[in-house]
């Protein structure tokens, strides 16, 4: 089949092809989530139980060993680790390479369920993915003149779910000094007297501040639902609460405990600014943007209006997307750099305009065509999928170099550009298409690497594959259209040609 003649005949179909991978790869130039590295998926699985102040040796037997036997029964686990410290326990579960981590992450829950019946009461577990996406993409301080458990409720009760909306946004975590907390201090010997334990006044604590549904109450061809709260709303409401009967003698909590706002023990210790402060950590979805996110959270943060109190300031303390910018950009001049440089060089060796010019079509081409490619194969805009497009700058531009000095040097013989565009490219289709062969079998072993080492590597090799494979395929198809449209035989100049005669001369010896 000759390609050039089937490309000349159906020309216009080339350049609206041609068009449409450029189009659609500018867009999604826009369209790309951005991050640092490739959207790893790392085949783990953390399960973190909290259960009070218990001692290591009965937080191992009663919670830390019913969720390993639990965890360890789930389909493609290949190990299970844990640590366990007073109060908490952290289970790892690790998988086999190639697990779906979302349907594992669905078998764990599962399993930690069925164990929970068995674990102490007040014991909360949190499962979770391992993925980068768990680290803070944006940090911000909540400073002000009110105390630390205030700004810790302003930034968990107001800004926590302002920042929660915001498109791509993952997790929001609010930490501080200080958390609020109404603490009941209980008088031993009243609590004797009237022959109550502590369990009991507890659990009369928690039975009351409860909402209850009593039932439904029809009228007018409607029906309610009729609701009793029995809520606190204030301390004085908390003390006259009723904790037991004696000889129908109502006996108060006031009349056995004080009852004060206080706060929780401390467990850290968060400033800013020299300051007390409420620090907000807000991380991203898997697959979330980056840059789209930090930019919609500093705007949201600026246009707080009278959300929290004028007297409190919100101060951004971290962001990731300026270093995200950062490397990319970097990456991004090399890149531009790179290509300037090749075809500066090209037009050393040729010494003609035009055909560096039809040469370095293919450079741009390739480059923006690959963008289409990375966004129909889930990828990212990172350091190793733009490293591959700098890495295959100078691979891009080689099959176009050698289809149009061959095309070149047969107007020089005498042909028509028609003529030569065809010739030329015929004798060097086989060549050209092994050379770019060869050059994706060096690299395939790359993108067949397990684990979170071939997850970077596969970044980098799908850009540079996918870049070369196009760079073919223009140097094929466009460069000949492009060349017998705008070469003359009256431009061609016997001097561009005095570097590569001598290899013609040898190509041509070999070929007879």
């Known amino acids: 089949m000759n390609v050039v003649r089937f490309c000349r005949e159906n020309r216009y179909a080339v350049y609206l092809l041609t068009a449409f991978l450029t189009v659609a790869g500018f867009s999604s130039v826009f369209l790309l989530p951005s991050n ?57 579960v690790l998988f086999h390479p190639g697990m779906d981590m979302q ?15 068995a674990l102490p009461a007040d014991t909360d577990i949190v499962v979770e993915r391992v993925t980068p996406a768990v680290f803070p993409v944006v940090s911000l301080i909540l400073n002000g003149p009110v105390p630390s458990q205030d700004l810790r409720d302003y930034a ?24 609020r907390e109404i603490s009941v201090i209980v008088d031993p010997q009243k609590l004797l007297a009237h022959h109550l334990s502590l369990v009991e006044v507890a659990d009369r604590l928690r039975a009351t501040n409860q909402v209850t549904s009593v039932g439904r109450l029809q009228k007018d061809y409607l029906q309610y639902l009729v ?29 056995i405990a004080e009852v004060r706002d206080g706060v929780e023990d401390r467990r850290t210790l968060i400033t800013g600014n ?44 971290y962001d990731l997307a300026e270093f995200v910018e950062s490397a990319i950009g970097n990456v991004r001049d090399a890149i531009l750099i790179g290509a300037v440089l090749a075809v500066l060089i090209l037009f050393v060796f040729l010494r003609e305009g035009r055909t560096t ?48 000095e061959n095309i070149y040097r047969h107007v020089g013989l005498g042909k028509s550009p028609a003529q030569a565009a065809e010739l030329g490219t015929q004798e060097l289709l086989g060549p050209v298409v092994g050379s770019t062969a060869t050059t994706l079998v060096v690299f395939l ?21 996918v870049s070369v494979l196009l760079s073919l395929a223009f140097a094929l198809t466009i460069i000949p259209l492009l060349s017998q449209r705008f070469l003359r035989r009256e431009a061609y100049r016997p001097s561009s040609a005095r570097f590569i005669e001598p290899v013609n001369r040898a190509y041509e010896k070999a070929v007879r």
Do not use: W
């Open 36 to 92: 640092i590295y490739p959207e790893l998926n790392f085949p783990r699985i953390l399960i973190l139980a909290h259960s009070g102040d218990l001692a290591p040796e009965t937080m191992l037997l009663t919670v830390t060993r019913p969720l390993e036997e639990s965890a360890s029964t789930v389909l493609g686990v290949r190990r299970v680790r844990s640590k366990t410290i007073r109060g908490a326990s952290e289970i790892a």
């Open 445 to 465: 072993p790359l993108g067949l690497l397990k684990g979170v080492v071939g997850e970077f590597f596969t970044a980098l090799c799908l850009t540079l594959g």
């Open 274 to 317: 020299g300051q007390p402060a409420a620090l907000i950590n807000i991380s991203r979805q898997i697959g979330g943007n980056i840059l789209q996110i930090a930019s919609d959270v500093k705007h949201l943060a600026t246009h707080l209006g009278t959300a929290i109190p004028q007297t409190l300031r919100l101060s951004l303390v």
């Open 103 to 117: 349907y594992a992450l669905q078998l764990v829950q599962a399993r930690v369920s069925e164990a929970r019946a």
């Open 156 to 179: 968990f009760y107001v800004l926590r779910p302002l920042f929660s909306r915001v498109s791509g946004v993952g997790r929001v975590e609010v930490q501080a000094s200080d958390t």
């Open 357 to 404: 010019l039809i040469a370095a079509t293919t450079l741009p081409l390739s480059v923006i065509g690959t963008f289409f490619f990375l966004k129909v194969f889930g990828g990212t805009l990172n350091l190793m999928s733009l490293g591959g497009l700098a890495i295959a700058i100078g691979l891009i531009i080689d099959d176009a170099v050698v289809v149009i």
């Open 227 to 255: 609701l009793t709260t029995s809520q606190f709303r204030d301390l004085e409401e908390i003390r006259n609460t009723v904790v037991a009967v004696e000889g129908q003698v109502p006996i108060r909590l006031r009349e």
